[in-house]
């Protein structure tokens, strides 16, 4: 049983210099930690910046009336909203979609008029976690309206105060109204928080004379990674034949770049800590192995074949590189369960910066909660383990070939 | 849309979204009648291709529905793609800076009024008892739901100041004269030219404004050439935007009274709000 015996003596073998074991076992385990908590990051951002994209305003894709989007034509509806609703969310694929009435408006709470927009919207659907009004405490129906925090603050208006509404029916007619204003809004949308008064789309439609229509169907698909096949799917429905379909990345094309540009970033970070992981495995195989040459010399003496010291050494490089990659995975994959599970704050990484970030007309959480998936870890434990392998069978295969007096005196 | 850049949606968010236009012009004339009768019937040309005097003609045209005071009854029909809508107004003005307008039909909008001094705008509303001031945000928003917009009616007097004037080429049919209006350098609006075409008794026609980028943004007819308040004007103006197609404003004077004494506090805030 060679096979056997030999894996028997590789790992005695590893034992035998508890130094060099324990420093080729560091190196692998911190590479394969440092490899999955970037992964992790990696994942975060990625995930962070389609969250903050498509969650609380665009979705994951939008109906439209045609031209509604260039104009802005209030008149511009989409109708009979709510089967049109019924009939995306029957949709394969589609998680919920919700309408939405946007209507230009003078807002006023004493002589002063101020440009709004009002944004009629099912307030249930709204309010879900990570959609628009996620975390707002939704008033009761009636003549109450929610107001962008900005918008107030220049307003001088506060919760519980009378503000008039003047806007123009879908037919033409003057719409005004008193209504209350029932709480400050901030949502991660700048132009909600500076521009917008929200209220439930029913009390829109009644207001701007547009009963039981919409300007905006926003679509949330199971998948947000393939919102370019939802639309794809929603355009063939026959209850949307007409009208205008599009997924977030043709919506915001801004975006679409912003995102690409800061993933082409972040990947060419994780090659270079990919790298910069494998080239330290790589370092300590190598010389742990050609530091034993003269003990390849004598075995050489003793009349193994090459081939056998080859084949031990891979069995070692192999035991070692498992080894270290679970270590690694445990430390690496405790490390960014616990960031994910408290978050990291970033705010108290540099030192009392801000927590969010105003930028592209969002605003960018900067509280981290790194993720890992399985493919991130298995690829980082073949890296690191092909790595060493790699880098430990070489450099034996080499002295394997040598004259067995030659590699005794080296 | 969020990440719109927000120029677009401010644009788009002004207070009637159908109009975007820096209007100068006629429709403000249109909502403030006035005339010095003096001017009607002068100046007929005898020998047609002789060109007018540039400044001469905008003068006259600029005075043409405006006087000292006036008072004035109009009806308003707005036609869009969905529906159709009547209005009938009547309005007061004095001078160049001051302008008051009530909605008198249909009923649910009577009483809502649009009161101007100088650079300010103000709507009173009825229905909910309140007064508001369109802020400089809203001023090319549109005016009362119609083709017009808020600027219309504030910025009438600024055609001889923000535009350099020529006559431009003679016209045969009609008979007239095309003027061409360049914007001066530096001066913020909408229009980068306007083209007017003045028959040869020195009435308005047909008047076109182009955007900043060279293109036909809305045209104003002129028709139903009438005598009102003693003055030879044309009584029906249209307006049409060109980048909606079936939409049109159409401004009609039932009558017009020119030069009337007003009393001082028509103008005021506190006669906006109560109704006469």
């Not at chain 1, 560091?26 to 969650?55: F, H, K, M, N, P």
């Not at chain 2, 182009?210 to 003693?230: H, N, Q, S, V």
Request: charge should be neutral; glycine fraction near 8%; charged fraction near 20%.
């Amino acid at each position: 049983m060679p096979g056997f015996t030999m894996s028997r003596i590789a790992w005695r073998n590893l034992w035998r210099n508890r130094r060099r074991t324990a420093l080729a076992l560091a190196a692998i385990g911190l590479s394969v930690a440092l490899v999955l908590v970037y992964d992790g990051l990696l994942r975060w951002e990625s995930d962070w910046l389609l969250q903050t994209i498509t969650g609380p305003m665009l979705g994951h894709a939008q109906v439209h009336a045609p031209g509604w989007r260039k104009t802005r034509d209030l008149d511009k509806t989409l109708r009979h909203a709510s089967a049109l609703v019924a009939a995306v969310e029957d949709a394969p694929d589609v998680a919920d979609a919700t309408a939405r009435v946007y209507a230009p408006a003078l807002a006023a709470k004493g002589e002063e008029g101020f440009a709004v927009v009002v944004i009629g919207v099912d307030v249930e659907r709204e309010s879900r976690p990570t959609r628009l009004l996620a975390g707002v405490s939704v008033p009761d129906p009636g003549r109450r309206v929610l107001m962008g925090r900005q918008l107030a603050e220049q307003m001088g208006v506060r919760p519980g105060d009378e503000i008039a509404l003047v806007g123009q029916g879908v037919d033409g007619s003057l719409a005004n109204d008193l209504f209350t204003v029932a709480a400050l809004v901030e949502t991660a949308v700048d132009l909600v928080n500076r521009q917008a008064v929200v209220m439930p789309i029913d009390e829109a439609q009644q207001f701007f004379v547009m009963p039981d229509e919409a300007h905006e169907i926003v679509v949330y698909g199971r998948d947000a990674e393939r919102a370019a096949a939802l639309a794809e799917g929603l355009r063939a429905r026959p209850a949307l034949a007409g009208l205008d379909v599009l997924d977030w990345r043709a919506l915001a094309p801004a975006m679409v770049s912003l995102v690409d540009l800061v993933q082409a970033a972040w990947i060419v970070v994780l090659l270079l800590v990919l790298i910069a992981a494998a080239a330290g495995v790589a370092n300590t195989m190598l010389m742990a192995t050609f530091e034993r040459t003269h003990e390849f010399g004598m075995l050489l003496a003793l009349g193994t074949s090459p081939s056998r010291i080859v084949g031990m050494i891979l069995v070692e490089s192999m035991a070692l590189g498992l080894i270290g990659a679970l270590t690694g995975t445990a430390i690496g994959g405790a490390l960014v369960a616990w960031a994910h599970h408290t978050g990291i704050d970033y705010a108290a990484l540099t030192g009392g910066g801000p927590s969010s970030l105003s930028v592209f007309g969002m605003n960018w959480s900067l509280r981290i909660y790194p993720r890992l998936a399985l493919v991130d870890v298995t690829r980082a434990v073949l890296a690191v383990l092909a790595t060493s392998v790699v880098a430990s069978a070489w450099p034996a295969a080499r002295a394997a070939r040598l004259q067995p007096a030659r590699a005794l005196r080296d | 849309m969020a990440g719109r850049a927000s120029p677009e949606w401010y644009r788009n968010c002004l207070w009637y979204s159908q109009m975007r236009g820096r209007a100068v012009s006629w429709c403000a004339a249109v909502a403030m009648a006035g005339a010095a009768s003096a001017a009607v019937g002068a100046a007929i040309p005898q020998a047609p291709p002789r060109p007018p005097d540039v400044e001469a003609l905008l003068t006259r045209i600029d005075d043409l529905y405006r006087s000292t005071s006036s008072i004035a009854r109009m009806e308003i029909l707005v036609t869009g793609p969905r529906s159709t809508r009547s209005l009938r107004l009547r309005a007061w003005t004095r001078g160049e800076e001051e302008a008051l307008i009530v909605i008198e039909a249909p009923p649910r909008e009577e009483g809502t009024a649009t009161l101007r001094v100088g650079d300010n705008l103000w709507n009173y509303l009825p229905r909910i008892a309140r007064t508001i001031r369109v802020p400089p945000s809203m001023m090319l928003g549109s005016w009362m739901g119609t083709d017009f917009t808020n600027d219309d009616l504030v910025k009438e007097s600024s055609l001889r100041k923000d535009f350099a004037s020529r006559i431009d080429r003679r016209s045969d049919d009609p008979a007239g004269w095309w003027v061409a209006l360049d914007v001066k350098p530096g001066v913020v609006g909408r229009w980068a030219r306007i083209e007017m075409l003045v028959s040869d008794d020195l009435l308005p026609i047909e008047e076109r404004h182009f955007d900043r980028r060279g293109r036909l943004a809305r045209t104003m007819t002129f028709d139903e050439i009438k005598t009102l308040g003693g003055r030879r004007l044309p009584a029906h103006l249209t307006l049409t935007p060109t980048d909606t197609p079936n939409q049109r404003t159409e401004l009609r004077y039932l009558d017009v009274r020119f030069d009337v004494p007003l009393p001082d506090d028509t103008f005021s805030l506190s006669r906006l709000e109560r109704r006469p």
